[in-house]
């Protein structure tokens, strides 16, 4: 048998053929068009993924289920999207939509870090672990939880696991959800990116030389690699940034692992691409910082194996039964 | 049928007959001796256990289970104390123990913390809920986590829910624990009198007159209630201190329900007993902090409800098919 993944995205709409060991054996994609009606999206979603089993030829008989990953708020249990920010969808029935346009038995829906965090446990960077916290360095900074092997995202609604939208600097930088200090205002990808465009705006004002300038024009822009690419280059002001910037993350991540326990904690979105440079420093201190000395019990820090696959893979794995919510 | 629940404390080992619905029938309690053998420590809990059973004319075949709950980290699928600090109890086989001085079926054993959130689940605060998180202001900051009826208290080991040990100040106040900034080191009655004297240090030097002092005279030392006393009576220096106190207590509450959206959050701990100077506007500043804006779905702030019941209640519960872990 086989399952298909959709990652639902701002920008793409992308689909994978798994088999039963999430391994993908074909996937397609289109562009989401985020500003049509939903019911359009979704036509489109069953219409990539009829063209999937056709090209694969196989029979619609041979896909044990369909699993929907998206961004925003979802109640998994009722298959319905609360609130996407993005994609305008608004108590949106995505499951009932869906089987509209293609009549698969069985169709899960979950959001998009949840999802991405079941795929790093089940055969990512957490392969082999029922026991897994992803933090997601994107535009913001993303969570998903995985305990037992099922997905934990809160109790009384299904909007919880807002790992970056907990404070670590009380009365801190401001935050896009309005209070001050948050970890996503530190070590989200735009936050690096603010950071490094404070720096260099001070370091102007004094008419201080750093390498920060010749990235940002070689890049023809700042972003969140100009200061990693300037600090790899062994730029002073660069380097003290970045080992800020891994400070900060590391209290989020040490905070996550005091709470959690997991078996393993795995680092992924845009700034996760600076691998060994961002996970070497982060897992000292983290090593050194967490509440548990035991060393064979220390989680382990990692950088998410997946990459972009991630939320397909998960979206794949939803209808396990191990790992379906109750 | 009937359950026994043990609080096994630093100080007192408390015992407890609780009927079905978890009301405590009767109850019996002893100095613990916490610096005698391990051993000795657990034949008085099982004769104390026996006591109880032969003064409320029962026999040993009307008790279902006994639980224990015990300072300290505790793996309850072993039934081994670990760690336990004041106790001196390491890798204590503690359900083996308490078996051969009372043969009963079952024996049960967890952390205090997290038994106590279990009991303001079932039968406290939480009466109803499935979900709830339970953060005690004692001596140090401690947590406990209900997920599902069940107990979280970590994935890989079970010294999880270290809730006291998330740095909400980086850089901020030195902790027991060696970071920098922990809640425990803002919010628990050791940190709130440590920031008492402070205060009180700072406005003798400055000659400047506060009920502070008067309250210290009145108390015969400076203790958490020293603050809250003073700014119940208007003083200004105080109420700002409480202010502050109460600013961080609400990060790591908000972080928590950011993270987990329970049914209920409840405050326990010495602290606890400020009651509704304290909850008020700590709830007031969460409910306007929280990530979730839907006013329905918000997690409720409480005062914990069983007091110093909670440790025999939530070990008299352990049991319960329902709340045993995995």
Redesign the interface.
Known sequence: MYTIGIDLGGTNIAVGLCDESLNIKDKISAPTGASRAPEMIVKDMAALAKKLIDRNHISGDDVAYVGIATPGTVDPRAGVVEYNNNIRMKNFPIVETFRKYMPVPKVYVENDANAAALGEALVGSGRGS??LIMITLGTGVG?GIV??GRI?S??????????G??????G?RQCT???R?CLEAYASATALTAITEEKMHELELKGIPSLLFEEQSREGRVSARTAFNAAARGDKYASALIEDYI??LA?GV??MI??????ILCIGGGVSGEGENLIRPLEERVSR?Q??R?SK?K?KVAVATLGNDAGIIGAAALGNTSSRQ?
Not at 165 to 170: D, N
Not at 258 to 263: D, E, G, R, T, V
Request: aromatic share 8%; glycine share 16%; net charge negative.
């Open positions: 029922d026991s969570g305990i037992d934990f809160g109790s009384v609604n299904t909007s919880g696991a807002e790992l939208h907990t404070v670590i600097v009380a801190g959800c309005g209070r200090g400070g900060y209290e040490t905070n005091n709470i959690f326990q997991p078996k910082d509440y548990t035991d019990k989680t109750k």
